[in-house]
Each structure stands twice: as structure tokens, then as C-alpha cells.
């Protein structure tokens, strides 16, 4: 059985400096606490101090009655920049933060690209599939929202593509 393939990005404007939105999402053994799709966060390898190599593994819940686990293993990281990782487990792929300004606001993109793994979610996707984006960009929403509430900061926009 082939495994399906997602392509997902999600953009985030926020009206917050960027330090401190790179410091929330940099951070990401606090996520469940403010991003209520996150329920548990485990760091399973430290990786260097700038966080090179470091591997968490991430329980998530969106909207659709099923979670997905994965590691996350950072593999480039450019501070206020940029933050990649491959992910290993239900789905196979990567996952990348751009950081960005625009004038007051900070541009927060995520790419997404993954596979999935679990045979049940490949053995659906050909009718699943845009209940499977609805559910991420749900994600992203509440993360974005989420987000924003944590830095007691505005949402100016999300885009989905």
C-alpha cells in the first residue's frame, strides 16, 4: 500500500516582536500549555545547545476523532530565521518555521510536508484527504489564536494553502 502524501502551509501574522514569537515556538516543551491540539511533548534527545540534533516527540489531538504521534528531530535551526525538523511515526517527513517582520508584525510560516504511515489513514486518504486538511488547518488555527493569546498580542491573519 502506498502511503499518502501532504503538502500543507500555513501562515501566521501577529502583532508581536519577533524575538518573542521565535521564543514561543523555540520553546516547545511548553507548547501544550498554551496549544491545546499539543497534549504532551517529550524531549527523547537534548541535541547542542543551539538545539541541533535535539528530538521531541509530539501527541496530537485536532478536531477529527484520532491523534498522531511523531519525533521531531531538528535538523537546521537559524535563530530568529528559521527552524527545520524531520518527523518520524505516523507521518514521515518535514516540518520548517520561517520568521519574518512586517513593520510591527511578525510573518510566522510553517510548511509541512509529510507522509503518512499509519495504514488506515493511507487505506482513506483517497476520500479522506480533505477532512485531513480541514483537521490540520483547524490545528493551525488554534495555534495561530492560541499563539497570539500567549503574547497578549493581535492576530492580524492566518492563510492556508
Do not use: C
Request: glycine share 8%.
Amino acid at each position: 500500500m502506498h502511503s499518502a502524501q501532504y503538502r500543507f502551509s500555513t501562515t501566521w501574522r501577529i502583532e508581536a516582536p519577533l524575538p518573542a514569537v521565535w521564543a514561543a515556538i523555540r520553546d516547545v516543551a511548553h507548547w501544550p500549555r498554551w496549544w491545546k491540539n499539543v497534549e504532551r511533548v517529550v524531549e527523547i534527545a537534548p541535541g547542542t545547545g543551539e538545539g541541533i540534533g535535539a528530538v521531541h516527540r509530539y501527541w496530537w489531538k485536532g478536531v477529527l476523532p484520532y491523534r498522531i504521534v511523531f519525533d521531531m528531530h531538528v535538523t537546521f535551526m537559524d535563530p530568529l530565521v528559521a527552524l527545520e525538523g524531520e518527523a518520524t511515526g505516523d507521518v514521515l517527513g518535514t516540518g520548517r518555521w520561517q520568521f519574518s517582520n512586517d513593520g510591527a508584525a511578525t510573518i510566522v510560516r510553517y510548511d509541512w510536508q509529510v507522509h503518512t504511515s499509519r495504514p488506515w489513514m493511507n487505506l482513506l486518504a483517497p476520500i479522506a484527504r480533505p477532512f485531513f486538511r480541514w483537521n490540520h488547518d483547524a490545528v493551525m488555527r488554534e495555534g495561530g489564536e492560541a499563539l497570539a493569546r500567549l503574547l497578549n498580542a493581535r492576530l492580524l491573519g492566518i492563510e492556508h494553502a
